[in-house]
C-alpha cells in the first residue's frame, strides 16, 4: 500500500472519517482564561472529562475513554519527568504540546495499520496574569492551535466549536462571575449538544448551573492557590 | 630500584616521591554538612512541627536560614536532620512521586504506601550512611484522607530506613535529647498536656523548646523574639498543612 501514494491518501482519508464518525456521540469540553484563573469545563454521564497534568496544567478531552486516558497519562509523565529533572517552572504548556503530545497524536494518526487514537482535547497552562495564560486545542491527529481570544471549545461536530467560541468571547463580559460564565458555556453545551446553535445560543433568563440527569465537570486552575497545586474542582451549587 | 612496569614519569610513579599531603589532610578535617534540630508533637489541632534555620559543618555554622519542615503534600510533612543534600533530595523525590502518584491514579497514595517510600529511600543511602557523610534521619508526619476521619500520625527513622509510629512527640537532630526530655515531662505531668494545647500555645511552647535546646547545643539555632527570628512552624490539621509565618508566631508570643 505504501508503494501506491493514492492508496495511501485514500486510507489516511478513511481513517479521518472514521475517527469523526466515531467521537460524534461525544460532548463538547470548554476553556476560558478568567481573572481568578482558567475555567475548564464538561459535562459527563459518570467519565470524567476534566484531569489534573501538573502544578499549573489541566486537561480537558472528549472522545474514546481509553483514548482520553493514553492522552492524560502521557501528558502526566511527560510533565512530571521535566519537572523532576529540570523544575516545576520548566514545565510549560507550549513545550508538553510541541514535542511531546502533538508528534505522538500525529504519528499515531498516521500509522494506518494500528488502532487510532479518537481523542479531541485542549489543554490549559494558569499564568501569574490572564495574559500569560495559555490555552491549545489539539486534534486527533496531532495539529494544534494556541487560543489567542483566551476562550476554546472542543466540539465532536466539525465546524461548530468555532461558533460556539465566537458567541462566548462576545457574551461574556470582562467582569462576570464564574457562575455567570459557567451557566453561558452550559447554554453553548446545551445548544451544540442539541445541533441548536440558531435559537439555543442565547443568554438566558436566569442562571444554568446544572444539566438534569448529567453531571457538570467544573475546574479553575486557580491564580492564587494556597500552595503549588493550582487545580481546584469547583461546586456548582456553592457559585 | 624503581618500579619496572611503571613509565618514566607517569602519575603512579610519581606519587610515592612526591605525595601529596594536603588530599590526606583535607579528607581528615572536612566535616559532613547537616541540619540539626527538628521536632513534631501532638497539639488540640492537629500535629505540629517545629525545626531551627541552622546548618552546621563540625564547628563551623554554615547557615541560618535553612529550611528543614519541608511539606510533600497538603497531607504530608517531612523534617530533615542530618545530610541537607540528601535529605532534600528525598523530599524532592517524595514530593514528585506523590504528586505524580495522585495525578495519574486519580487517588492519593495511601500513608502506609508514603511510609514505606520514606523508608526504602533510607535504605537506598546506606552506603552514604555507613561512610559516615550522608546520614539522615527524618520526621515523616502524615494521614489518610480529610475531615473528620483524618487522623495525623507522627513517625520517626534510623538513618538505615526502619520506621516507628511515635505515639505523642519525636525529635531528630543534635539537639532533639533535649527537647525530648522536656516533651517527655509534660506528657507525664503536664498541665495540660501538649495533644491538650491550643495552636498559640503550642506554637509558644515549640519556640520554647528551640531556645532550650540552643542553651545546651552549639548546631542548634536558637530563637530571637525581639528581632522577630521564630522557628519554622508548620502545622497538619484535618484540613491539610499550614504555615505559621514569623507574623503570625509573633503575635502569640505577645498574647503570651
Not at chain 1, 128 to 143: E, H, Q, W, Y
Not at chain 1, 211 to 231: C, F, M, Q, S, W
Not at chain 2, 52 to 70: Q, Y
Request: glycine share 8%.
Amino acid at each position: 500500500m505504501h508503494e501506491e501514494p493514492y492508496r495511501w491518501l485514500e486510507a489516511i482519508q478513511n481513517r479521518r472519517e472514521y475517527i469523526v464518525d466515531q467521537i460524534k456521540e461525544g460532548t463538547p469540553v470548554f476553556a476560558l482564561s478568567r481573572p481568578e484563573g482558567v475555567l475548564l469545563l464538561g459535562v459527563g454521564s459518570g467519565q470524567s472529562k476534566i484531569f489534573e497534568i501538573f502544578d499549573r496544567h489541566g486537561l480537558a478531552a472528549l472522545g474514546n475513554p481509553v483514548d482520553i486516558e493514553k492522552l492524560r497519562q502521557t501528558a502526566i509523565e511527560a510533565a512530571h519527568t521535566e519537572g523532576f529533572n529540570r523544575s516545576s517552572d520548566d514545565v510549560t504548556l507550549r513545550r508538553l504540546v510541541s514535542f511531546s503530545l502533538s508528534p505522538a497524536l500525529k504519528n499515531s494518526f498516521e500509522q494506518i495499520f494500528s488502532p487510532p487514537n479518537m481523542v479531541e482535547s485542549i489543554l490549559a497552562e494558569v499564568g501569574p496574569t490572564p495574559s500569560k495564560d495559555a490555552i491549545v486545542r489539539l486534534r486527533f491527529d496531532g495539529n494544534h492551535e494556541y487560543s489567542s481570544s483566551g476562550i476554546a471549545v472542543a466540539s465532536p461536530v466539525w465546524g461548530t466549536e468555532s461558533i460556539a467560541a465566537e458567541w462566548l468571547r462576545e457574551t461574556i463580559n470582562k467582569g462576570d462571575k464564574l457562575g455567570d460564565v459557567i451557566s453561558l458555556c452550559l447554554t453553548a453545551w446545551k445548544a451544540l449538544n442539541d445541533d441548536n446553535l440558531n435559537d439555543g445560543l442565547k443568554v438566558p433568563k436566569k442562571k444554568v448551573l446544572n444539566i438534569p440527569g448529567k453531571t457538570v465537570e467544573a475546574v479553575l486552575l486557580d491564580r492564587k492557590p494556597k500552595g503549588n497545586v493550582h487545580y481546584r474542582s469547583l461546586d456548582t451549587s456553592d457559585l | 630500584m624503581s618500579d619496572p612496569r611503571a613509565m618514566n614519569g607517569d602519575f603512579l610513579s610519581l606519587l610515592p616521591k612526591h605525595p601529596f599531603p594536603h588530599l590526606e589532610q583535607l579528607s581528615n578535617q572536612t566535616s559532613t554538612l547537616e541540619a540539626t534540630t527538628v521536632f513534631a508533637f501532638h497539639c488540640k489541632e492537629g500535629v505540629l512541627f517545629g525545626g531551627d534555620h541552622r546548618a552546621t559543618s563540625g564547628n563551623v555554622i554554615f547557615s541560618d536560614s535553612t529550611e528543614k519542615i519541608l511539606e510533600l503534600d497538603e497531607r504530608s510533612i517531612m523534617a530533615i536532620a542530618g545530610s541537607p543534600a540528601i535529605a532534600m533530595e528525598m523530599a524532592r523525590t517524595l514530593r514528585t512521586a506523590f504528586e505524580f502518584y495522585r495525578r495519574s491514579q486519580l487517588q492519593p497514595m495511601s500513608l502506609a504506601a508514603k511510609v514505606r517510600a520514606l523508608s526504602r529511600l533510607l535504605r537506598d543511602n546506606l552506603p552514604a550512611t555507613l561512610q559516615g557523610v550522608g546520614a539522615v534521619a527524618p520526621l515523616f508526619a502524615g494521614q489518610d484522607g480529610t475531615g473528620d476521619k483524618a487522623i495525623p500520625t507522627i513517625y520517626f527513622y534510623d538513618p538505615l530506613g526502619a520506621n516507628f509510629e511515635a505515639a505523642n512527640y519525636a525529635a531528630s537532630g543534635s539537639g532533639s535529647g533535649h527537647i525530648k526530655s522536656v516533651l517527655s515531662y509534660l506528657e507525664n505531668w503536664g498541665n495540660p498536656k501538649p495533644a491538650d494545647m491550643d495552636l498559640p500555645v503550642s506554637v509558644n511552647l515549640a519556640n520554647r523548646l528551640l531556645m532550650t535546646a540552643a542553651e545546651f547545643d552549639a548546631a542548634t539555632g536558637g530563637v530571637k523574639p525581639e528581632t522577630k527570628s521564630f522557628a519554622t512552624i508548620k502545622l497538619l490539621s484535618k484540613s491539610g498543612v499550614r504555615s505559621l509565618d514569623a507574623n503570625e508566631q509573633m503575635k502569640y508570643w505577645k498574647a503570651n
